[in-house]
């Protein structure tokens, strides 16, 4: 292994994550993979292309730190750009099933070849709009779980994902991570979430919030980590 490689393994290990020396390998190929993409279509900021390893990839995979996937789930990753999270999850849990879902059709026409040179078959890129494909078969409730960045306010996050969430009612069960036994959308916010999710409570009824805040061993190792993770889930 190389001093990444050496990091992120130590990294998951000490957050009871049991993760692969191949498993270590394909995320680096992955890496060097969105690096020689992004020469050619913006896939992340140029400016975080030497942040990679920790800023997307560990950080994507620290969802797992928090949230126990179960084998078998079918993962939603609502705006996927790069794959972060799906592709660094989908090369953790193999048991899962991921679609890759992104309005842009060059995002997804690299995350597709990437996937294909990963030989990651339990992933599916997919190009559309949430706010189509949500409503339509075999994407309205049918997936365990959705997973995504900020990649808007969560008002408009719940609105595009909890149709794709099958409709289970139930809890989640919380221990040392986790446990997403009903159908959960989950995504990463900042630290100043507090208006965001007022107005979504205000706005969704129905649907209930966590906040788990994304510390774990480690943590302090990432530069201004201030984030959290938000669990959405049908009251």
């Given amino acids: 292994m190389n001093d990444e490689e050496l990091w992120l393994y130590t990294l998951c290990r000490k957050n009871n994550i049991y993760i692969t020396d191949i498993q270590i390998r394909c995320l680096y190929s992955f890496k060097t993979l969105l690096l020689d993409w992004n020469k050619k279509i913006n896939l992340i900021s140029r400016k975080d292309e030497e ?11 620290s969802m797992s730190f928090k949230i126990d996937f179960r084998s078998g789930m079918k993962i939603l990753d609502l705006g996927t750009g790069g794959g972060f999270p799906g592709i660094p999850l989908s090369i953790l849990l193999p048991d899962c099933t991921f679609t890759l879902l992104d309005s842009t059709q060059k995002k997804i026409a690299c995350v597709q070849s990437m996937t294909e040179s990963l030989q990651l078959k339990n992933v599916k890129p997919l190009w559309g709009r949430a706010e189509e494909l949500n409503q339509k078969t075999p994407f309205h409730h049918s ?3 959705v997973v995504m960045r ?5 008002s408009n996050l719940v609105e595009w994902g909890t149709p794709f969430l099958k409709q289970i009612k139930g809890e989640n069960i919380v221990g040392e991570r986790l446990s997403i036994l009903t159908p959960s959308l989950i995504t990463f916010k900042g630290a100043e ?6 107005t979504a409570k205000n706005k969704f009824h129905s649907i209930g919030f966590q906040s788990i805040p994304l510390i774990f061993s480690g943590s302090e190792e990432f530069d201004n980590l201030d984030k959290q993770l938000i669990i959405a889930t049908l009251k």
């Avoid at 990679?52 to 995979?61: D, E, P, Q, R, T």
Wanted: aromatic share 8%; no cysteine; charged share 20%.
């Fill in 143 to 145: 997936f365990d779980a």
């Fill in 193 to 198: 979430i507090g208006g965001e999710e007022k």
């Fill in 51 to 61: 942040n990679v390893w920790k800023g997307h990839i560990a950080l994507s995979l």
């Fill in 150 to 154: 900020s990649v808007s306010n969560l």
